[in-house]
């Protein structure tokens, strides 16, 4: 199973754009690219996710680079209650999802 | 959305009693669910995969006599924590699939406390 590589924690100021990158290099052609996050004590929360084409929903975009080895997710307009821990995750062989120790989004005002 | 409902949220026990944990798929029906458990400021680690009318898949460490699973419908999981003793104490997670669209929720977690 692909794994991911995310830098340890980033801030970012409210009302700017967080833009969190993610590393893949070893993904294989039919492997999901899925974000998450996780604010302390609750359960992940389903962000996006994606295969090749880029991605956008209520919440942020997903840009998967032409070789998918990178992503990066967007958050458009960051607020104080996007602050978490953002999980970078490629599906697993067996649809699990392997979790990395993701980046802690520190948004600031 | 969909939603996946995990019950208790929180437990306390004593040690060597057991503790059971259930997970259900409110909207929609789920083959397979999944079971996670995070140790506070780590992320979190997949236990077990719970596939309905099967036998559960253990990774490697987790030790399937304690930590029993059953999947007995297509919307119900559950996780029972035998003999608990406080070592067992973590924060579980479930998840389960949605294949109508391939997205993977997670309930709210049980944080289980063996003193």
């Known amino acids: 199973d692909a794994k991911t590589t995310q830098p340890t924690s980033m801030d970012c100021a409210e009302g700017r754009a967080a833009n969190l990158p993610c590393n893949h290099s070893?993904?294989?052609?039919?492997?999901?690219v899925y974000w998450y996050r996780q604010i302390h004590s609750q359960g992940p929360q389903y962000i996006i996710h994606?295969?090749?084409n880029n991605e956008t929903n209520e919440m942020a975009s997903l840009i998967i680079t032409e070789d998918r080895k990178s992503s990066t997710l967007i958050l458009p307009h960051a607020t104080l209650r996007d602050t978490a821990v953002y999980y970078c995750?490629?599906?697993?062989?067996?649809?699990?999802?392997?979790f990395g120790k993701g980046t802690k989004l520190s948004v600031k005002p | 959305g969909a939603v996946v409902s995990q019950h208790p949220s929180w437990v306390i026990c004593k040690s060597g009693t057991s503790v059971k944990i259930e997970c259900r798929s409110l909207d929609f029906q789920a083959t397979t669910m999944f079971w996670y458990r995070q140790f506070p400021k780590q992320s979190l680690m997949l236990m077990a995969t719970s596939n309905e009318g099967s036998k559960a898949t253990y990774e490697q460490g987790v030790e399937k006599d304690k930590f029993l699973i059953n999947h007995a419908s297509l919307t119900l999981s559950t996780l029972t924590v035998t003999s608990a003793h406080p070592e067992d104490s973590s924060f579980y997670i479930c998840?389960?699939?949605?294949?109508?669209?391939?997205?993977?929720?997670f309930g709210s977690g049980t944080q289980l406390s063996v003193l």
């Open positions: 994606g295969l090749k």
């Open positions: 995750i490629v599906m697993g062989s067996q649809g699990n999802l392997i």
């Open positions: 070893t993904i294989s052609g039919n492997e999901y």
């Open positions: 998840s389960a699939r949605d294949t109508r669209n391939e997205k993977l929720f």
